[in-house]
């Protein structure tokens, strides 16, 4: 032991490292400024200095969304792992296992029924921490599942998306969770129920291809990037520079792609109006 540890130990009023917890502050990845993890978790995880909107998962988002003690989390359908029994630098079983163990999630979407400011809701969250929150089979059912449930009980479905795009581990399998989704939207539509889509910090890849960008409304957090294709592989191809932004919610926004862009901490209330809205427009 140091001089130094033996002095701190020593001294009653100051805390001994192996009681300070590791995780007392949280880094913006936009601005770099340190905040304390209760301030930022109060703050609903977005910096309190450049008002960047950190990435959050299922369980967060569906405190910050349903009313509480209205929450009612849907079962993960269960669907067959590994189909294609893919390998690269790992076996897809193992990456399957490491994301589970990291997030503690089946997979990368993950639904909920529940209220939002008293207006009932099926709510489904991708999570992107759950490798890349990709589209791959499981992705494809489980939003067919919160559909079906908010057919079942005559309510909107509302889907937080946040994705690289379609899971590669599963080739072909993955992209035909797009045509999928398309159809369990359209079921939503034909029972009379509304369909809404919160795009957040990142929707890109097939995921944008398909049910991201199918709402009746769309709505996106602040500055998410939103995209098919990546700015370099675009350029590369058309030879061009492209505009500053060009890839982002106010820049969609702007260009008439989505219908508006809200802060995190108005994203309840403006969730609340949209359904009361289209509801009300549905049993006139």
């Known amino acids: ?33 340190m905040i304390f993890q209760k301030e930022w978790q109060e703050n609903l995880s977005v910096c309190p200095r450049c008002e960047h909107h950190g990435r959050i998962g299922p369980k967060a988002r569906f405190a910050q969304i349903f009313d509480e003690g209205t929450l009612k989390l849907l ?27 990291a997030t503690g999630e089946q997979d990368a979407l993950l639904n909920g029924f529940g209220q939002i400011a008293g207006q009932p809701a099926v709510v489904g969250v991708q999570d992107f921490a759950f490798m890349g929150g990709s589209m791959g089979t499981a992705v494809g059912a489980a939003f067919v599942l919160g559909v079906k449930e908010a057919i079942k ?23 035909m969770q797009m045509p999928k989704a398309t159809v369990a939207i359209q079921q939503l539509r034909a029972a009379g129920q509304p369909y809404i889509v919160v795009l957040t910090d990142p929707t890109t890849g097939g995921v944008t291809a398909s049910y991201a960008m199918l709402g009746d409304i769309q709505i996106a957090e602040p500055n998410a990037l939103i995209a098919f294709a990546g700015a370099r592989v675009i350029e590369n191809t058309i030879r061009e520079k492209l505009p500053e932004g ?10 008439g792609m989505i219908d508006m862009v809200v802060h995190r901490k108005e994203l309840k209330e403006t969730l609340a109006k949209t359904i009361g809205y289209l509801t009300a427009a549905k049993a006139a």
Not at 10 to 20: E, G, L, Q, S, V
Not at 75 to 98: C, G, H, M, Q, W
Not at 246 to 255: G, K, P, S, T, V
């Open 1 to 33: 032991m140091t001089w130094l540890n033996r002095v701190r130990n020593a001294i009653p009023f100051i805390a001994r490292k192996a009681d300070t917890p590791d995780n007392l502050w949280q880094k913006c990845s936009s601005c770099g400024q």
């Open 75 to 101: 079962a993960s359908p269960a669907v067959k792992e590994d189909p294609l029994k893919f390998r690269d630098s790992k076996r897809y079983t193992d990456r399957i296992k490491a994301a589970r163990t």
């Open 153 to 175: 009980r005559r309510c909107p479905y509302v889907i937080f998306t946040a994705a690289g795009g379609a899971r590669m581990q599963e080739g072909i399998l993955s992209l």
């Open 246 to 255: 060009f890839q982002r919610a106010e820049y969609l926004l702007e260009h």
